[in-house]
């Protein structure tokens, strides 16, 4: 079964600090899942990528597959910014999601 | 607007009382799925289906049934929930090796 590592856990930085989050895994896959999880709970899917690089607006993923390693950047943080993000990846199967713990992230102003 | 729909938001209920959590999508997926999410846990997969009348266990389906008699809804089913069930449910679709959509999420307590 692919292991899904993040780092770090817990992460707090100022307002408009660049902000980097990373996530490993063990089992070569196709693509990789970023998910934002709010404080009131709600999960929203932020990137999806299978190579290089993604941008919206401040957010910028970036996947090295050999590597076995992805990359979560944000660029000029902003207390909104303060969340749980997760990096999920497809398991031996390809069918479901296997999920990081998570970084939670606290932006201040 | 493309969303996956889960009611109720907050439940309370008692040991044993059965109970179904909705889970409706309008994008045409194929694939759905439970997870439960526990302090220190993580994500969990509980269910999911790859088409209607096609569903699997996950991790972690003790306790749990579901079914999928329309491709749009996945209901969530608790025949006789209990204090060990008390956790936060999302239900998840998707088209197999696309992006995933959520629900908003349901808060459950079991007393």
């Known amino acids: 079964k692919n292991e899904v590592e993040q780092s770090p856990q817990n992460l707090t930085a100022q307002e408009g600090e660049f902000i980097t989050i990373n996530c490993s895994y063990s089992?070569?896959?196709?693509?990789l899942h970023w998910l934002q999880q709010h404080p009131g709970g709600g999960i929203v899917s932020l990137f999806m990528?299978?190579?290089g690089k993604k941008k919206h607006g401040r957010l910028i993923a970036t996947i090295n597959i050999q590597e076995k390693h992805s990359s979560l950047h944000i660029t000029a943080s902003h207390p909104r910014d303060s969340a749980v993000y997760i990096c999920?990846?497809?398991?031996?199967?390809?069918?479901?999601?296997?999920f990081g713990p998570g970084t939670r992230l606290s932006v201040l102003p | 607007e493309a969303q996956v729909t889960q009611n109720p938001r907050y439940l309370i209920t008692v040991t044993g009382k059965k109970l179904t959590v909705t889970c409706s999508q309008n994008?045409?997926?194929?694939?759905m799925s439970w997870y439960r999410q526990d302090p220190g846990l993580g994500l969990r997969q509980i269910y999911y289906?790859?088409?209607?009348?096609?569903?699997d266990k996950g991790d972690v389906p003790e306790g749990y049934k579901v079914s999928r008699k329309e491709k749009r809804n996945f209901p969530l089913i608790l025949e006789s929930p209990s204090p060990n069930q008390t956790s936060l449910y999302f239900c998840?679709?998707?088209?197999?090796?696309?992006?995933?959509?959520f629900g908003q999420g349901t808060r459950l307590t079991v007393v």
């Open positions: 999920a990846v497809p398991d031996n199967y390809g069918q479901n999601f296997v």
């Open positions: 994008m045409n997926h194929e694939y």
């Open positions: 089992v070569g896959i196709s693509a």
């Open positions: 998840a679709s998707n088209r197999v090796g696309t992006e995933a959509f």
């Open positions: 289906s790859m088409n209607v009348e096609v569903t």
């Open positions: 990528l299978s190579s």
